[in-house]
Structure formats: C-alpha cells, structure tokens
C-alpha cells in the first residue's frame, strides 16, 4: 500500500487525475470506476479541465460507478447517477452509453446486481477504480462486516452512513436505508485502487485501513491485500498515522 500524503483537497485530486490519467493512456478503452461522495470532487474538477484544456479524451473510456441508492429516481437531486452526471459526465467527452451507474430502481435488484457484475466482466475487468472512505470504514456502501469477498448486491446503510450522509437531504428521515454497491471482491479485483481521503474526520478510518489489522470491521483495511493500492490523503487525514509515509 503506497501512502502519498498531500497538503491540501486541491493537490488530491492533482495527485489522483495523474494516476488516472496515466492509466487512460495505456488502454484503447479504459475501464474506469468511480466514486461519489464530496471527496473525488477536486479529481473529477481536475479531469474536466485536463478534458478541456489538456486534450485528455475520454472518448473511449468505459466507467463503473460504484454505488447508488435504492428506491431514488435518476433525477433525484441525491441519486449518484444525477451526480456523476451534473460532477463530471455531462462535462467531458465521454459516451453518456459507456458510464455505468447501478440502477436502484430496478424491479429485480438481484438481477441487476448479477448483470453489473457481468458487464463489468464483459468490459475486461476494471483498470483502476477510484474510492473515497466513509467515517466507519466503508468503501462504496460496503459497510463494517461486509464480506471481504462479496460481489455486487443489497445492503442495508448504517446509522453512521445514515447520519453522515443526512447533510445531502432535507432530513435522515429522507436517506435511503439500502443501496446497491459492488463488493469488495470487485473492488479488490480491480488491477489498481486509488482511495481518496481529506479532512480530520477521516483520520480514524485511514488509520485503521492503514495501520489496523486486515478486517471485514474496516472495511477499506483489505486495500492491504492489494498489489497496487494507492492512497491518497491530506496532512489532517493522514493525522493519526504513526509508521512513515511519501509527499
Ligand atoms: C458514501 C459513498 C462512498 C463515499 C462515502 C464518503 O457513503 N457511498 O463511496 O466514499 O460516502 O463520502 P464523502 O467523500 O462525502 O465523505
């Protein structure tokens, strides 16, 4: 696990739209996954201005989100779809048919699980696929006790998830209780993770990913399985670390 610490959101996403971009380079069609949450945004502004400024071309390139919440419409101010959209979709030359966002309206969540997983498969697997954390751990919506090796399926949100995420809604009341989110066998299947990380409140949970021991009680913790993990963080997240890092 490779551990870059940054000074501030604005290198993050410097730092991170690197790494993707070096990444997109070496594919015909790369396959990309993504994130929401407020922490990828400095990425997702970067890659917007490298697309228009910078000649990076997005073309090609193939996305994999990797959550959305059950029971909200796609044009739902909260549902990831609508933000992917409204963050970077709509801003960059990418095929809107090539970004994939699971659907959390579908009739049959199990089949659409099963069919994410197999056009996942379908596109060759992911290149890199970019996380943020949650305050407890959690990668995508795979909250603590998750199966280390789950696919994409249901889960039901925890009341920190609730809780934290409460700020994007009139009320907690209004947060959905279950999402659908890839596992973290998909996660970890993919050949490069990038996790992102700013602000104190996160410092725990780097902590814990970093220097706890591998556990389904931390989630983001089997990044230390991965062969190519890289994180990137700012210094007040990467403020409970003890062992050395990079800058
Ligand atoms: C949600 C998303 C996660 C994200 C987390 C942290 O729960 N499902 O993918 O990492 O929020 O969000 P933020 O970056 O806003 O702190």
Redesign the pocket.
Known sequence: MRIVVVPDTAAMGKRAADLVEKEMGKHVNPVIGL?????PLPLYKELIRRNREGGLDFSTTITFN??EYVGLPTDHSESYRRFMNENLFDHINIVPGNTHVPNGMADDVEAECENYERMIADCGGIDLQV????GNG????NEPGSSLGSLTRIKTLTEK?RQD?ARFFDSIDDVPRYAITMGIGTIIAARKCILLASGEGKADAIKDACEGPLTAMCPASVLQLHRYATLIVTEDAAGKLTLPVED
């Open positions: 994130a929401t949450g407020s922490t990797l959550d996380l943020g954390i949650g959690h990668i995508g919506f998830t995420n």
